[in-house]
């Protein structure tokens, strides 16, 4: 099975200032078809989740270009360039090489 | 647009079956993979598995003894069973859409989930 390691589970912010979660894996997302098998998904408050990014860099139908993701291997980050107010929530990275795995989750919230 | 409805008993008996399923409306159910997740009262995220539109299922692992997954095309719905379930089970349960899309040079697609439901809360208890 693959594990995955979240952080931080906590992150106040300010608004227009950036911010940056982390998702480590036991083993590599990488197929064998050059691709990154990773997912991030926000849970805004009374909310189901919400698709942001796939494939590790690739911005879902609609999200704001502040958010985008990166990595490579085992290490994977999801950048908001500029928070908003309307961007706090629970933020999950999931892989999704075998099976699906969520990430523990990282609760964004407003300083 | 496509839209995800869960419904199903909000209480069950310890040791019974959960039985769930996620009315599609808006769109077709065919073409598509169809997946379930669940959250536990304040805690994160579980993906319990997927289902094809002609039925090929896919379980995590740790629930695979008890979990069956079905489609019915004529109504567009899709559905779970979870047998033998205990308090640990007591979760919301989303419905979700895996939408498929290209990886260049492959001739297979990565999917990953657009569409959820609300979520329909099932407590397990006597």
């Known amino acids: 099975d693959i594990v995955v390691t979240q952080s931080p589970l906590s992150l106040p912010v300010t608004p227009g200032e950036p911010a940056s979660i982390s998702c480590r894996f036991s083993q590599s997302l990488l197929h064998s078809n050059g691709f990154y098998y990773l997912d991030w998904y926000l849970q805004k408050p009374g909310q189901s989740p919400q698709v942001l990014i796939y494939m590790a860099s690739n911005r879902a139908s609609g999200v704001p270009d502040r958010f985008s993701g990166s990595g490579s291997g085992t290490h994977f980050t999801l950048k908001i360039s500029r928070v908003e107010a309307e961007d706090v929530g629970v933020y999950y990275c999931?892989?999704?090489?075998?099976?699906?795995?969520f990430g523990q989750g990282t609760k964004v919230e407003i300083k | 647009q496509v839209q995800l409805q869960e419904s199903g008993p909000g209480l069950v008996t310890p040791s019974e079956t959960l039985s769930l399923t996620c009315t599609v409306s808006?769109?077709?159910?065919?073409?598509?993979?169809w997946s379930w997740v669940r959250q536990p009262p304040g805690k994160g995220l579980e993906w319990i598995g997927y289902i094809h539109y002609t039925g090929i299922t896919r379980y995590t692992p740790s629930l695979q003894s008890r979990l069956t997954m079905s489609v019915d095309r004529s109504n567009n719905q899709f559905s779970l069973r979870l047998s033998s379930v205990t308090a640990a089970d007591t979760a919301v349960y989303y419905c979700?859409?895996?939408?498929?899309?290209?990886?260049?040079?492959?001739?297979?697609?990565?999917?990953?989930?657009?569409?959820w439901g609300k979520g329909t809360t099932v407590s397990v208890s006597s």
């Open positions: 808006g769109g077709s159910i065919s073409g598509y993979y």
């Open positions: 979700a859409r895996l939408l498929h899309t290209a990886i260049p040079g492959q001739s297979y697609n990565y999917h990953y989930m657009d569409v």
């Open positions: 999931m892989q999704t090489l075998q099976d699906r795995t």
